[in-house]
């Protein structure tokens, strides 16, 4: 069986590149399962965030922004 030819030009190239690398992200799980796991990620930042006073949310970005631009407090 003969691997099919990659395109010539470079936009369609990435494009393909990209969809070979990532296609198989969700394979062998239940879209079900994806589905579900998603829907309690969307629910719970703001469930956690309307649980967490002013000021640990202020300390959780400030240590955030430290780690992400490397400043130590």
Known sequence: MAK???PR???LLAR???EELTHDADE???PK???A???GGKKGGPA???KLSPE???EIAKKAADARWGKSS
Request: overall charge positive; charged content about 45%; aromatic content about 0%.
């Open 4 to 6: 099919p030819k990659r």
């Open 37 to 39: 796991g998603r829907l």
């Open 9 to 11: 030009d470079l936009n």
């Open 33 to 35: 399962a994806v589905r």
């Open 48 to 50: 956690r965030t309307a």
């Open 16 to 18: 393909k590149l990209v």
């Open 56 to 58: 640990r949310r202020r």
């Open 28 to 30: 062998g799980k239940s």
